[in-house]
């Protein structure tokens, strides 16, 4: 019998987004496909240290440890590269006892349609390109912060008893039309209309669908080992629309930051987040320093 996807959370995650691969992208980029292929080979025996998407994969990995919920999640590497230099990546999966099992190699063919034919609900990649054909496709996708200067370190052997995922608001759970007026307009334009708005739930975001999936999933668990938070720049009057939308979609999330423009930084280390989604680099790159952090593109519009 065919193993069926539906009904499971699929991750799609790229090899640079689940393992640190700083050095060999670095060989990639200055020397070409030959030299890394080469380099990954002689290297296929050496350990890869955890990426910034290692620690949320891990996570959600832990549910398929809860009984009833055995293979509720599943994991599969997306990666550009060819089956020839994966061997590095399984051995390092191994290494950790990750279940993962599954994969796409395409040998630098583009990724949507596999992420479209596994029916992935979230995938993380660091390549800006492959996480855009994402968002275009209406697949949530995040482009995961790689920079390790910045990277807070990750311990792969850390006990993991809750999984903790931050959003933005506007633009990734929910559609850009408000942040539009904002730029377009102004604060006091943005707040009136959200004012005049605040009973009509605003439209579906990228990640709206995602956090659905996460809500059913929190309500199908008994000790539910997943916690979300809103961490939104907005504030009072601006408020209202967001908690009238999320009760529109009947979907829960556990704490709501309204900072009006207070740094996002210092409230998710406090929530401990394995991962943050926002769409803008001015809240990311600084919240990166201290948690897992992915930037979530614009969906392009057709002319």
């Not at 968002?135 to 052997?157: E, H, L, M």
């Amino acid at each position: 019998m065919a193993y069926n996807l539906e009904n499971r959370l699929v991750i799609g995650i790229s090899s640079r987004a689940l393992f640190d691969l700083t050095e060999e992208n670095e060989i990639f980029e200055t020397q070409g496909v030959e030299a890394y292929c080469k380099y990954q080979v002689e290297h296929e025996n050496d350990l890869l240290m955890p990426g910034n998407g290692f620690m949320l994969v891990k996570a959600l990995l832990n549910i398929n440890k809860l009984p009833g919920h055995e293979g509720r999640v599943e994991v599969i590497v997306m990666s550009h590269n060819s089956p020839d230099t994966s061997l590095r990546v399984f051995n390092s999966i191994e290494h950790y006892g990750l279940d993962i099992t599954r994969a796409v190699l395409a040998s630098g063919a583009p990724l949507t349609p596999y992420l479209e034919a596994f029916q992935t609900d979230l995938y993380l990649s660091a390549d800006e390109d492959d996480v855009q054909a994402a968002i275009d496709c209406g697949i949530a996708a995040g482009i995961v912060c790689c920079d390790t200067i910045s990277t807070p370190q990750i311990n792969p052997n850390d006990d993991i008893k809750q999984i903790r995922i931050a959003f933005d608001g506007d633009a990734v759970l929910f559609s850009d039309d408000s942040e539009t007026i904002f730029k377009e307009k102004g604060l006091e334009a943005f707040e009136e209309n959200e004012r005049r708005l605040a009973k009509d739930p605003m439209k579906a975001g990228p990640f709206a669908k995602f956090l659905k999936t996460i809500s059913d999933l929190q309500r199908e668990l008994d000790e539910t080992p997943i916690r979300t938070a809103l961490v939104t720049a907005r504030s009072a009057p601006s408020h209202e629309r967001v908690i009238r939308t999320l009760r529109a979609w009947n979907v829960r999330i556990d704490e709501a930051f309204f900072l009006g423009g207070v740094t996002k930084k210092d409230v998710l280390k406090a929530f401990g987040a394995h991962i943050f989604f926002d769409d803008q680099a001015v809240h990311t790159e600084p919240a990166s320093k201290v948690v897992p952090s992915a930037r979530v593109p614009y969906k392009k519009r057709d002319p």
